[in-house]
């Protein structure tokens, strides 16, 4: 699957913060929500936007929307399908 970037969002990491600071978060607003809404067009019933940040090799901050899910379980059928 081809990664898609998440528009208007730029992770910053500034040298000297103490620990408990993860970093920075900017927001290019028209770029955020251009994204954003083709993002709700296309996936009209997803609650949350998960992403990742990160760093370009030439060391630029970016999001990565994170499209990961985990595997649904099935259900048994009946109690005789329980494994005891």
Request: aromatic fraction near 10%.
């Amino acid at each position: 699957m081809d990664s898609e970037l998440i528009g208007g969002l730029y992770p910053k990491k500034r040298d000297g913060q103490p620990d408990f600071v993860i970093g920075k978060l900017s927001i290019n607003v028209p770029q955020f929500r251009e994204w954003m809404q083709k993002h709700i067009k296309e996936n009209p019933d997803v609650i949350w936007v998960n992403g990742d940040m990160l760093v370009s090799k030439a060391g630029k901050g970016y999001a990565k929307l994170d499209t990961w899910e985990p595997d649904k379980k099935q259900e048994p059928e009946s109690s005789e399908d329980i494994p005891f």
